[in-house]
């Protein structure tokens, strides 16, 4: 049996379906950069420090590297307990009888 297209056209379809998807890959990485940048800038108020003093920089400092120090846990945190979970399962999966 005979296929009803040519393998350059197969070829050339190919081609142009593989540019596209990069050309929607690219618009799709665009995009998210966009949206990063309009959430963070609803989010984050712009920092202040024209005006401030020597010891009132040094306190912004402290606090904001306090604040770091809290996410970063929560990230560590985050980032343990979802690994712990995936070696559970396949911890649990290499138990069963079935291999499932």
């Given at each position: 049996r005979k296929s009803?297209?040519?393998a350059s056209r197969k070829l050339l379809l190919?081609?142009?379906m593989l540019a596209k998807a990069k050309e929607e890959?690219?618009?799709?990485i665009v995009d998210k950069q966009a949206e990063?940048?309009?959430?963070?800038s609803e989010r984050i108020t712009p920092l202040?420090?024209?005006g401030?003093?020597?010891s009132q920089l040094q306190d912004l400092c402290r606090e904001l590297h306090?604040?770091?120090e809290i996410v970063d846990e929560e990230r560590y945190d985050i980032e343990a307990m979802s690994g712990m979970e995936g070696r559970k399962k396949?911890?649990?999966a290499a138990k069963s009888p079935t291999g499932q």
């Open positions: 009803k297209i040519t190919k081609s142009l890959w690219e618009q799709e990063k940048e309009r959430y963070l202040r420090t024209s401030l003093s020597l306090e604040k770091v396949m911890f649990d």
